[in-house]
T-cell receptor
């Protein structure tokens, strides 16, 4: 079946512009994560959506970053007034169940969007 | 704070050799899961193996196995009979919480 789809795969933008990154999770997956992977760094948690619950935004690095998930499916990560330090690969992942004491489902990742801010 | 530490930024081994990637973590939780993910140059993160903290038996998936030492909070990955296709970044990850925490990764090169 179809996996997690992210678009665009690559995005080059000028400093100060806004960008939108899209994630289509696997159908039926209730949990959705956004991570940022900077060069030489691990995966930095950004935001987590679970069903219709309020998202966990604790990882967003600044108020220039926001994300929404419409209808419990597609998610969009928006970065306003981009800065060069925003350059990274942005990874989206989904899971059929939320984490918890019986969590046993791996995260299914998309191929990411490579964002370059010039 | 919960953390995951991978102390080996980069490793190289010859094809067919065995290699061990180390991972330590810090948590006050008693029930959790640990994962190893592989990220080849395609950027696609792929689950390699997972371990439930309440299980004492180490998980094994074909050539991949873990050495889980709960008291030491250590979760190393052993790759036996390494293959060229094993060349990738390997990430150790800890859960379950709302935030699945990843280490910084180990870049593994399998040399022909």
């Amino acid at each position: 079946g179809a996996g997690v789809s992210q678009s665009p795969s690559n995005k080059v933008t000028e400093k100060g512009k806004d960008v939108e990154l899209r994630c289509d999770p696997i159908s039926g997956h209730t949990a959705l994560y956004w991570y940022r992977q900077s060069l030489g760094q691990g995966l930095e948690f950004l935001i987590y959506f679970q069903g219709n619950s309020a998202p966990d935004k604790s990882g967003l690095p600044s108020d220039r970053f926001s994300a929404e998930r419409t209808g419990g499916s597609v998610s969009t990560l928006t970065i306003q007034r981009t800065q060069q330090e925003d350059s990274a690969v942005y990874l989206c992942a989904s899971s059929p169940e939320p984490p918890g004491p019986t969590y046993n489902s791996p995260l299914h990742f998309g191929n990411g969007t490579r964002l370059t801010v010039t | 704070a919960q953390t995951v530490t991978q102390s080996q930024p980069e490793m190289s081994v010859q094809e067919a050799e065995t290699v061990t990637l180390s991972c330590t973590y810090d948590t006050s939780e008693s029930n959790y899961y640990l994962f190893w993910y592989k990220q080849p140059p395609s950027r696609q993160m792929i689950l390699v193996i997972r371990q439930e903290a309440y299980k004492q038996q180490n998980a094994t998936e074909n050539r991949f196995s873990v050495n889980f030492q709960k008291a030491a909070k250590s979760f190393s990955l052993k790759i036996s009979d390494s293959q060229l296709g094993d060349t990738a970044m390997y990430f150790c990850a800890f859960g379950p919480e709302r935030e699945i925490i990843f280490g910084k990764g180990t870049r593994l090169h399998i040399l022909p």
